[in-house]
């Protein structure tokens, strides 16, 4: 439950894609690519991964549902936000993932 929330972020769906362009190969790494735009978004906003209420992550196969909650627990930690994973047709056949995310201030 959120209370006396003064701001709301909205982070679209953050690719596994760095700076130069480059994809990285395995689904660890992407994970981890997309957790720190997002966090890289967060800090832009004042905010850190405390700040997250929500977050959806798409998954480009089934095959890689326990490697997303290894990596995830791993980004948060004791943080337990609502969650949602949907398995889609990812846009760029090199991502094996998108996560969006809501935070609040």
Same mark, same amino acid.
């Given at each position: 439950m959120v209370k006396n929330a003064h701001r709301q972020l909205f982070i679209s769906g953050q690719i596994p894609v760095n700076v130069q362009g480059i994809v990285p190969e395995t689904f660890e790494e992407?994970?981890?690519?997309?957790? $720190?735009?997002?966090?890289?978004? =967060?800090?832009?906003?004042?905010?850190? %991964?405390?700040? +997250?209420?929500?977050?959806?992550?798409?998954?480009?196969?089934?095959?890689?549902?326990?490697?997303?909650? $290894?990596?995830?627990?791993?980004? =948060?930690?004791?943080?337990?936000?609502? %969650?949602?994973? +949907?398995?889609?047709d990812i846009y760029d056949k090199e991502w094996l993932l998108e996560i969006e995310a809501i935070a609040v201030d």
């Open positions: 992407q994970a981890r690519l997309a957790w $720190e735009n997002i966090k890289h978004l =967060l800090e832009a906003a004042g905010m850190g %991964l405390e700040n +997250i209420v929500k977050h959806t992550t798409y998954l480009s196969s089934r095959k890689y549902t326990s490697a997303n909650s $290894e990596v995830r627990q791993e980004i =948060l930690g004791n943080l337990k936000p609502a %969650l949602t994973v +949907i398995i889609a």
